[in-house]
Structures are given as structure tokens and as C-alpha cells.
């Protein structure tokens, strides 16, 4: 049986699509796992524009309205990726656990199944952590979206969704920058990944393709593969030769996602 893995944050433009389209394409390219990315941001969708398919036959709202069985939401854009994207006329959906529903059956065809969440704090923020086995939490390194994040890991914490960590997004290096220990301190959650703001995102989304797969050796590849090689649970190591030989010599100089991986595995 697959597991369920909602991504999520309550603010708009932090990542969780990117982080969806992305994390699920490693998952199936680089780990050669069976991957369903869903949409769950039923008023505002844009996942499956990532991988440039714009036609649709049937969409999740098709199936949370009961139009069709599920299967027919189903996109293959690979072998090992399908996506079932979201209509852009927005249809209420006001049954929460009805996304949950339709997704149950799916697990048994596929490792992973990966929600790209809306931001909507009520209504269909609620639908994609009940469908949700674990919740990652995109979040940045700014004030405004801290106090955001915050909200959002008490809020999966009154649902009794398990928040598995955060994944530290579009971050530039510089000293104005919140901390990974004060992100953690303040939100009592691990950081699981962090991924660096890359004009290489931006390219691969014009040409619609993962960035893994447009920019293999860019930064931001190379950490959405290492959090993609954490939730298929296989080996993956750092190409950049720089960062092999930091973690060779300087043995105390590994960031905090580096080694909460590490522990959170062993706690498994
Ligand atoms: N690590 C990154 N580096 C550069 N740009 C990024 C990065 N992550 C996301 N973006 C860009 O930020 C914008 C918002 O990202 P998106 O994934 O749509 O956020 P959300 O789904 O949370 O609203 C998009 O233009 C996306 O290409
Ligand atoms: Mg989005």
C-alpha cells in the first residue's frame, strides 16, 4: 500500500506546487518509484502546467462530484508519473473527506502519492490533510511566513495529521535570513530539506519540465533529490564535489536538514 504525503503552507507562493511537481518527478525519475501527484488546490490549480499538459479529459472535481470514477482524473505523463490535475472553473467542493475517498483505492497502484495543497486556511486546506498519511509544511526563511507556517503545523496538530518536517524553500544564504534552529524552535518541527532560490525553478517551468530533469546538477536539483531519496527511503549522495568534501573533512559543518534525515530514519 502507497502513502499518502500532503504538501502544504498557508500562504501562496512559498512553493508547494513547485515542491509537488518537483519532489514527485524525482520520486519517479531518479528512484524509479510509482508516483500520483494530485491537485488539491481545487480554486486556484496549476500543478499539472508544471509538466505542460493543459487538456483535459476529466479532473479531480469530476470525481469529488461523483461525474466519473477517478481512474479517468488519471493523466500518465510518464510511465512512472501520473497526475490528476484540478479544473481552473471553480466548482465548490464542500465535502472535506471526499477527496480522502476517491484517493484510498489509488494506493494500492502506487508508492507515493504526493497533494499539492491549496492555501486556503478552512475550506480545501482541510481536504488534502484528511486524504494525508504525513504533511510536509513549505515554509522561507522571512517573518511573514513563519508566523504562517506556525498557524499551519497547529492547525494539522488539531487534526491529528502527522506533520513528518519542513521543507525550508527559496532560501539565498544571506545573514537577514532566518535560521534553520529558529524556523525549528519557533514551530517545534523538523527541517527535512531545504531547497535554494534557483533561476533554474523559473527556466524549467517555462520549457514544463522538473528542474531534475532540465538541470540536473543545479542546486535546487540536487536538494529536491535528496528529499525525494527520504520519502522513497533509498541512497543518494550529493554529486557536488565541494559538499562531498565538507562533509569529509568537516564533519561538524553538515546542515541541520543533513542530519535530521539521518535521525528521523533511524527513528522510523
Ligand atoms: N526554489 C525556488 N527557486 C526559485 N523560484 C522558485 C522556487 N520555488 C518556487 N519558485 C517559484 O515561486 C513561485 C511560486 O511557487 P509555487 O510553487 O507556485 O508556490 P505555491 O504553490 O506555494 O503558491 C513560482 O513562480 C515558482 O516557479
Ligand atoms: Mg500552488
Given at each position: 500500500m502507497g502513502k499518502s504525503i500532503g504538501i502544504i503552507s498557508i500562504k501562496g507562493g512559498v512553493g508547494k506546487t513547485s515542491c509537488t511537481a518537483n519532489i514527485g518527478a524525482a520520486?519517479?525519475?531518479?528512484?524509479?518509484?510509482?508516483?500520483?501527484?494530485?491537485?488539491?488546490?481545487f480554486s486556484a490549480p496549476n500543478l499539472a502546467m508544471h509538466f505542460g499538459i493543459f487538456d483535459y479529459q476529466a479532473t479531480i472535481q469530476d470525481a469529488l462530484l461523483r461525474k466519473t470514477p477517478v481512474q479517468r482524473s488519471i493523466h500518465k505523463f510518464s510511465e512512472n508519473l501520473h497526475i490528476i490535475p484540478a479544473a481552473s472553473e471553480s466548482r465548490a467542493i464542500t465535502d472535506h473527506y471526499r477527496l480522502n475517498e476517491c484517493l484510498q483505492p489509488l494506493k494500492e497502484f502506487y508508492d507515493l502519492i504526493l497533494i499539492d495543497s491549496s492555501p486556503n486556511l478552512h475550506g480545501e486546506i482541510l481536504s488534502t490533510m484528511i486524504a494525508s498519511d504525513e504533511l510536509y509544511v513549505v515554509t522561507s526563511t522571512d517573518y511573514p511566513t513563519l508566523?504562517?507556517?506556525?498557524?499551519?503545523?497547529?492547525?494539522?496538530?488539531?487534526?491529528?495529521?502527522?506533520?513528518?518536517?519542513?521543507?525550508?524553500?527559496?532560501?539565498?544564504?544571506?545573514?537577514?535570513?532566518?535560521?534553520?534552529?529558529?524556523?525549528?524552535?519557533?514551530?517545534?518541527?523538523?527541517?527535512?530539506?531545504?531547497?535554494?532560490?534557483?533561476?533554474?525553478?523559473l527556466e524549467a517551468v517555462s520549457k514544463t519540465t522538473p528542474v531534475t530533469s532540465h538541470a540536473p546538477k543545479a542546486n535546487?536539483?540536487?536538494?529536491?533529490?535528496?528529499?525525494?531519496?527520504?520519502?522513497?527511503?533509498?541512497?543518494?549522495?550529493?554529486?557536488?564535489?565541494?559538499?562531498?568534501?565538507?562533509?569529509?573533512?568537516?564533519?561538524?559543518d553538515v546542515r541541520k536538514d543533513e542530519i535530521n534525515r539521518v535521525i528521523s530514519k533511524q527513528e522510523e
Open positions: 520520486l519517479a525519475n531518479q528512484f524509479g518509484k510509482k508516483v500520483l501527484i494530485v491537485d488539491g488546490n508566523s504562517t507556517t506556525i498557524k499551519a503545523v497547529k492547525l494539522a496538530k488539531e487534526r491529528r495529521t502527522p506533520i513528518k518536517g519542513l521543507i525550508v524553500n527559496k532560501t539565498r544564504g544571506k545573514s537577514f535570513e532566518l535560521s534553520l534552529d529558529e524556523i525549528e524552535e519557533a514551530t517545534e518541527t523538523m527541517v527535512l530539506g531545504v531547497i535554494p532560490d534557483d533561476i533554474k525553478m535546487a536539483s540536487i536538494e529536491i533529490n535528496k528529499i525525494a531519496s527520504y520519502m522513497a527511503d533509498e541512497e543518494y549522495k550529493d554529486p557536488r564535489l565541494l559538499n562531498r568534501l565538507k562533509s569529509f573533512f568537516f564533519k561538524g
